[in-house]
């Protein structure tokens, strides 16, 4: 079975400091996608960074970036100088492509604070 | 650019009946996913179109149907509604059906009574 684990349910921080959020999964394929997803209080779903496994460099995107350890199976997001905006759910989702397809398979998430 | 647009935002319904979501992908996009999101949380895949057919589903029983339009809009339909229906129903859209990014609408928030 392929399953995803973010550990921390709520973590909180401050406004200007470096957080990381974590993310296992486990999976037997090779050929996957790694996506971070937050949901701002609206609800609204926003895709934030995406990893394709098959590349050793980790993808940045502004202050958000990500250590993909592929032999442990991990996938974190660090973000930098936090904003109080940065507040949300943040879930970790995988596209596990051996079946073609393009299922994000959602992790429980991480409630974020950023504090003032 | 228009993004992902759902409708409606909201909708009451009672046990047994049926509900139609609506979805308008992101232009360029032509493939359109569907996810259930109950109150805390993750969402759970329900099925995905590509070229007006559904190509994969996740686990979620036959009441849940749908439909691509050639403009590649879609509708969820779910019949003889049960109150664990009650949720957040994401539409996502992609271009292409493997590994690209997804991008949400708002989605529609379903309460059963």
């Known amino acids: 079975a392929q399953t995803v684990t973010q550990s921390q349910p709520e973590m909180s921080v401050q406004e200007a400091e470096t957080v990381t959020l974590s993310c296992t999964y486990d999976?037997?394929?090779?050929?996957?996608?790694l996506f971070w997803y937050k949901q701002p209080p609206s609800r609204q779903m926003i895709l934030v960074i995406r990893?394709?496994?098959?590349?050793?460099q980790n993808a940045t995107e502004n202050r958000f970036s990500v250590n993909f350890q592929k032999a442990a199976k991990s996938f974190s997001l660090k973000i930098s100088d936090s904003q109080l905006g940065d507040t949300a759910m943040y879930f970790c989702?995988?596209?596990?492509?051996?079946?073609?397809?393009?299922?994000?398979?959602f992790g429980t998430g991480t409630l974020l604070a950023v504090q003032p | 650019d228009a993004g992902v647009t759902q409708s409606p935002t909201h909708l009451i319904k009672t046990r047994g009946q049926q509900v139609t979501l609506r979805c308008s992908p992101k232009s360029g996009h032509d493939t359109v996913s569907w996810y259930q999101q109950a109150l805390g949380q993750g969402p759970q895949f329900i099925f995905q179109y590509y070229e007006e057919e559904e190509r994969q589903r996740g686990n979620f029983p036959d009441r849940f149907s749908g439909h691509q339009f050639p403009n590649y809009s879609s509708e969820l339909n779910v019949n003889a509604l049960l109150l664990g229906d009650s949720a957040l129903y994401l539409c996502?859209?992609?271009?292409?059906?493997?590994?690209?990014?997804?991008?949400f609408g708002p989605g529609t928030r379903l309460t059963v009574t």
């Open positions: 999976t037997s394929e090779s050929n996957y996608y």
């Open positions: 996502a859209s992609s271009l292409g059906t493997v590994g690209y990014e997804q991008y």
């Open positions: 989702a995988p596209i596990f492509a051996g079946g073609a397809t393009n299922k994000l398979i």
């Open positions: 990893q394709e496994a098959y590349k050793q």
